[in-house]
């Protein structure tokens, strides 16, 4: 992962629906992780938010992040015109798992997604989950085997930083604290 190629996708860690996940907490706080390391880096960061006016904003914690947030009915986030030109990977967190990330992720690595834009995509397994934990790791092993990369937030920091001598890597050494 390069973090001058990567975009950083939350999907729908909203209000309404993280207090219900299994480890909703922990799942946000890794997200926040990703979202503080790509602000400093210089990492888009786009948002999805299924259906807000029932399931509310964006949870607090992230709600200054994201360039971009699209509300959406779909369960699958619309990848057309949603990424900028030039970034070639996705990093994928949010929730829930088995529906809204791992939807979005199967329509990235298919032809109805970017696939043929030549990305990758990434999913953050300590930054996605579900209401039960079985469901979060159905989703992530179909994921797997469709061909996205399964890695944790702290993998994708230090892959987007690339060496200890890197300007910001201090700063985001901090957030794993």
């Given at each position: 992962m390069n973090a001058d190629d990567a975009v950083l996708l939350l999907v729908d860690l909203q209000e309404r629906l993280v207090p219900a996940v299994h480890d909703g907490d922990e799942v946000v706080a890794r997200a926040v992780r990703l979202a503080e390391a790509a602000a400093l880096l210089g990492v888009p960061v786009?948002?999805?938010?299924?259906?807000?006016?029932?399931?509310?904003p964006t949870v607090a914690a992230l709600s200054g992040h994201p360039h971009l947030v699209t509300p959406k009915s779909r369960f699958a986030a619309d990848a057309a015109g949603l990424f900028p030109p030039g970034r070639s990977e996705i990093v994928v967190a949010g929730v829930e798992a088995h529906v809204c990330v791992l939807q979005t992720v199967l329509e990235?690595?298919?032809g109805t997604g970017t696939r043929g834009a030549g990305r990758r995509v990434y999913v953050a397994a300590d930054a996605v989950g579900s209401r039960s934990p079985a469901d979060r790791d159905l989703a992530l092993a179909?994921?797997?085997?469709?061909?996205?990369?399964?890695?944790?937030?702290?993998?994708v920091l230090f892959e987007w930083l690339r060496d200890a001598a890197h300007p910001r890597f201090r700063e985001v050494q901090k957030l794993l604290r």
């Open positions: 786009l948002a999805t938010e299924q259906v807000p006016d029932k399931l509310g990235l690595l298919d179909r994921a797997r085997s469709a061909g996205a990369g399964i890695v944790s937030s702290e993998m």
